[in-house]
């Protein structure tokens, strides 16, 4: 490791205490960095000024994930390393969770004020299943995209994720379709 990064064993150890130290390091700058390219993004949100419906939603990808996707693009090499079957459990862990909080975070500029539990007594989708579905399709997108990360451009993405928060897989899988006549 050392050796990669052109220094010495000594000046890696005045900075870190081991691999580990320097890894938690490398995973908090990502941590911080994606915290506030969400928040950045979000706060373009605030300026719709009302509810979308579907199709602006798939609009607004352009804007709620501009920051974040470029923060994402920048740091590609770390976060799909991390991220990839032989990363770090913990750390995607920790992704899903800020994507839990960004999910609330957004949730009202979206879709507005929803009582989540009067919603839950009378929905036979309990508010968590449809959460985990939303949340779990962009983070593997990111992951998708992460793996091969020169096969689609950040705009296909947006465009990618503009759908998927959108769309379900069934009117998916026929926009794809349309492609193959």
């Excluded at 050796?3 to 081991?18: D, G, W």
């Excluded at 949100?45 to 693009?73: M, R, W, Y």
Aim: proline share 3%; charged share 20%; glycine share 4%.
């Amino acid at each position: 490791m050392v050796n990669s990064a052109e220094v010495s064993k000594k000046t890696f150890y005045n900075y870190y205490q081991n691999k580990h130290d320097l890894l938690r390091e490398i995973e908090n700058d990502l941590l911080s960095g994606l915290r506030q390219a969400l928040q950045a993004d979000r706060e373009e949100l605030k300026n719709v000024g009302h509810l979308p419906d579907a199709n602006e939603i798939i609009d607004l990808a352009s804007v709620a994930f501009n920051q974040t996707l470029a923060f994402c693009n920048e740091n590609k090499h770390f976060l799909s390393n991390l991220l990839s079957s032989n990363g770090d459990m913990q750390f995607y862990q920790i992704i899903v969770k800020v994507a839990n909080d960004e999910f609330d975070a957004r949730l009202p500029y979206l879709f507005g004020d929803i009582d989540i539990k009067k919603a839950n007594a009378k929905s036979p989708i309990p508010f968590s299943f449809i959460k985990t579905l939303y949340i779990n399709t962009i983070v593997n997108l990111l992951m998708l995209w992460g793996e091969a990360p020169d096969s689609l451009s950040i705009n296909e993405i947006k465009s990618i994720a503009g759908l998927v928060q959108a769309k379900s897989p069934i009117e998916l899988i026929q926009i794809y379709k349309t492609y193959l006549d």
